[in-house]
């Protein structure tokens, strides 16, 4: 049942018991009272262009210990952690120059770079790695956020382990409304679908590890070389290097199930069929379901945008299973099929 959201004018006094989060926007007065609150050990859900985060201060043990314990996320998955710039992730790893160029290429932006860590960064934030994942959000609330705390960020998605990904404050307060005491509202989520990780190793190529919005393609481009994808045995596998690995994740309750681009789906009655734009022409080939779609166009970025929130409404609405259109193959849609193979997978 949704958490409503709490009056944006009450007070701003953090949440306890069974209150809901307070809602704060990106005013002076707010980011002065998130900035303080997180550097108190206390967690934050914040905006990003890519999903909410769910932010602690990555230099607090404690803090970022809490984050596991609110998201029921086990201490094996490694956190991202978010800087504002080059220059504040450099006090957190080690740069080489092609981290230089995907840097100065993609921050801030949709790209976390997987690099050997700095002492300063606690164990607990990259499971116990030697490696942390960075990433400079381009997303402007959290861009303000990171200069008034003046401390990076520690920040997965603000959602319990395995579930979809917030792309609104509304999602975030309706699945941990009552867990955290405060919520940066920053509107929809412009991407949709989080990052692309990248892992650079000493001496050897650059690896996706997982896909997003910047494609395999445009990092090549950048840093004049190839770029390997992570096989699927790593991705399924029990040892993670980095966030979103993990075989079944991004997930709703309600079963999913994919088929393939452009065919109908063997949708029954009380159940839900998903295309991937708009086919007028399906609904008289599924009698009883019902349809919906991501995007009217069949625009990829569109469909990325609208992913996760037509993934969280039809997991409220009683459907005994979900049937899932797979997206034409490009680049972005390879990378929105990574996210409902994840989704559908039992």
Partial sequence: MPVPAPDRNAQATPASGNRVALFCTDTASDL???????????LVAIPTETVYGLAASALDEAA???????????????????VPDRAAGERLARFDGRAVRLAEAFWPGPLTLVLPKRAAVPAIVTAGKPT??????????ARRLLAAAGIPLAAPSANPFG??????????????GTRIPWILDGGPCSVGIESTIVALAPDRPARILRPGSISREELSEALGEAVEAAPEEAKSGAAVEAPGMLARHYSPATPAVLFAHGALPAARRGEAAVFQHRREHALDGIEGSSVFWFSESGDPADTARNLYALLRRLDSLGFTRIHIERAAHSPLGDT????????ATG
Avoid: M, W
């Fill in 163 to 176: 579930y979809i990904s917030p792309t609104t404050a509304q999602h975030v307060a309706e699945s941990l």
């Fill in 64 to 82: 970022c210990r809490r984050i596991f314990e609110v998201k029921g996320r086990p201490l094996l998955d490694p956190l991202i952690v978010h």
């Fill in 132 to 141: 942390v994942a960075l990433r400079s959000p381009a997303h402007p609330a």
């Fill in 336 to 343: 929105i099929n990574d996210r409902l193979r994840r989704a």
């Fill in 32 to 42: 002065a009272k998130l900035a303080e609150a997180l550097r108190a050990g206390q």
